[in-house]
């Protein structure tokens, strides 16, 4: 779906650079979601049985609003804030709907939102039309699905997760949503490459373990998720310099570089070891002693991170502690 549009094959497309949802985003991320509330694909989570020729309340006639409303206030509360001034009184504001397409939530509240929405929907196994005591709709669930495609999306979760995508990359939103459903962030445009092949066996377990849950708290939306990632990223860079020679930091760098470059690039690399180094010794990154100093924003704490991956990268590749990409995995 990324060349549907003709603005889209040529590359005019504005670059996904923005953590915020815009006004025209969160309208079509609405019509998104009111697509699966009268699709039958929020059926099965909140089922409504709506026909008379069944009594027993055994056939599921489509997404009962009022119960998927009751829960989208218990876990997305801001959501249902926003939706009304607490001036018009409580009358006027139930009568609303949260799914306002006029009225901007933050963007946290927003993402909670798609990440709710995504977790429930389900495909239905089959439907049948009912034309007689009001015509409806019959929704059926429950057939199993093949082991081979276990865990792999359903139709329709792809395609909420498609035009999901493709809302974001036509408003440069730097966000998508997983394949396990959820929200990550893209991160900058020049961490991609590095966030998608970034594969590191380095023959150490723990290490491999620390630049992992680096990267994927790197993507996370949560600001202290991404703390968190420049953390363990140089809890790792430290650990990387004893990966040779039992631990003898010293000797084990110098030997690690030497597998990596021949002079005079090795030289660069020793200086990119001794500023970073510098860096988290200066800056509160891994320790919390009070003469150091905090870094002045996110982004600043975004270009650390990729600075510090690049040369981690660049040297698990050159020393081949670098596993190669895999298409296949979850992206």
Not at 94 to 101: E, G, I, Y
Not at 109 to 129: C, G, H, K, M, Y
Not at 144 to 151: K, N, S, T, V
Not at 220 to 246: P, V, Y
Request: glycine fraction near 6%.
């Amino acid at each position: 779906m990324p060349d549907t549009f003709y603005t889209d094959r040529i590359g005019q497309v504005a670059p996904r650079t923005s953590e915020e949802i815009s006004l025209p985003a969160w309208r079509g991320v609405v019509v998104l979601i009111q697509q699966q509330l009268d699709n039958g694909a929020l059926a099965h989570a909140y089922p409504e049985y709506y026909c008379t020729d069944d009594p027993g309340r055994n056939t599921i006639t489509g997404t009962d609003r009022k119960g998927f409303f009751n829960a989208l206030e218990a876990h997305v509360p801001q959501l249902i804030e926003s939706a009304g001034d607490p001036a018009d009184g409580w009358a006027r504001r139930s009568a609303r709907t949260p799914l306002d397409p006029d009225i901007m939530p933050a963007t946290a509240t927003v993402l909670d939102l798609i990440d709710f929405v995504a977790q429930n929907i389900e495909q239905p196994s089959s439907t049948i039309r009912h034309s007689w005591n009001g015509d409806h709709t019959h929704y059926y669930f429950g057939e199993e699905r093949d082991p081979i495609h276990a865990g792999q999306l359903t139709p329709e979760q792809e395609r909420f997760q498609d035009k999901i995508d493709q809302v974001f990359r036509r408003n440069g939103i730097a966000f998508t949503l997983g394949d396990d459903l959820r929200i990550r962030r893209l991160g900058p445009p020049e961490a991609r490459a590095l966030i998608t092949d970034f594969r590191p066996n380095t023959g150490d377990p723990k290490l491999d373990e620390l630049f992992n849950d680096a990267f994927a708290r790197f993507v996370s939306r949560f600001r202290a998720d991404r703390q968190d990632a420049l953390e363990k990223l140089w809890d790792g860079f430290e650990r990387l310099k004893t990966l040779q020679l039992g631990g003898q930091k010293q000797n084990s760098i110098a030997l690690l570089l030497d597998n990596a470059a021949s002079e005079p690039f090795r030289t660069v690399l020793d200086e990119d070891f001794r500023a970073l180094t510098s860096i988290g010794n200066r800056f509160r990154i891994r320790h919390h002693e009070h003469d150091q100093q905090e870094l002045p924003n996110d982004d600043a704490g975004d270009y650390l991170f990729i600075r510090c991956a690049n040369l981690i990268a660049h040297m698990l590749r050159r020393t081949g502690r670098m596993a190669a990409a895999d298409a296949s995995l979850p992206r």
